[in-house]
């Protein structure tokens, strides 16, 4: 586990134990009201809960050639009546977007799945897996896993706490509100400008796929995703053979691994509509393999570019 410095609220509490560490967190936050009761008082903060949340935990046991396992408890709380009808979802973004997910396996009254498809084989791997619950009195959706890493219970405990404490000191001081468009890299390939020999994107500034190559370009926007962003510099560099002098900026910021993000999705800040193409990603936080706080580095897109013609709102 790599614990670099988890800014504000946890930082220096690192006890010698697992459990000590938890509790030092717990105490920490203890004057703050739980994800679920700020959520319901104000729709806009970073969190990756929602009140819609009612599942204790959930694990995803990986297997690159096929049979991930995914298994969870439901919370005590839960108190609908009649069956309980699963479903196993599968999707390579990690957000909330009915369109990111595809339904592979239903079930009523199970407590896992196992998907024996082998998904998107590489060295690294973008599915995520979800559960959805159907009920008489509703239908909830557990919080999106992807598929590398491995968390047990205490793990899974510490690392919820930290991205809740990151979140929380991002919301309350350091944070820049803006929005995240997560690009896709699968679906339904672009007619116009795809390349179906070399699957090459042949317009960067095609209006179907935004220069993805995938119909749509980016799954719906994921609001209120804060990132602490760092005094930003510019630079000129003189190309004269190619296309001559070139403006280089980049931002560094820092920002909570939920969702998990991908070379080339795009942050739009609310305060100045700026859109910015996220070039380098680096893990300050992760905890077996599996990234919590970002360091990201960030390019400031040109107006001219197609995805400002993109729909933010």
Known sequence: MVLSSVSGLVECLLPTSPRAFLLSIETTLSDVPCDNQLRCQDTCLPFYNNCDYIFQSIAVTPAREGGTLVQWILSPQIR???????????????????????????AADVCLFIDPERRLPGVYSFTHYRIK?????????????????????????????????ESIQLFRCDG???????RKISGKKCPRCRDFGTGLVKDGNCKICYGTGWVGGYYAPVPCYYVNLQPSGSTIQKDTDMQGPVVETQ????????????????????????RFRIMQLKHLVEMKGVPLVYQVGMERIPFSDVVYSFQVK
């Open 176 to 182: 820049t509100n803006g929005t995240l468009l997560k």
């Open 133 to 165: 619950l159907q009920t008489d009195e509703g239908i909830y959706h557990s919080r999106p896993l992807h598929t590398f890493g491995k968390l047990n219970y205490v793990d899974w405990r510490m690392a919820e706490s930290i991205l809740r404490a």
């Open 251 to 274: 931002v560094v910021g820092r920002a909570i691994a939920s969702p998990i993000l991908i070379s080339e999705d795009v942050w739009v800040s609310a305060e100045s509509s700026e």
């Open 80 to 106: 609908d009546e009649g069956e309980y009808v699963y479903s196993l979802q599968t999707g390579n973004a990690g957000v909330d977007d009915p369109k990111a997910w595809t339904t592979i396996q239903t």
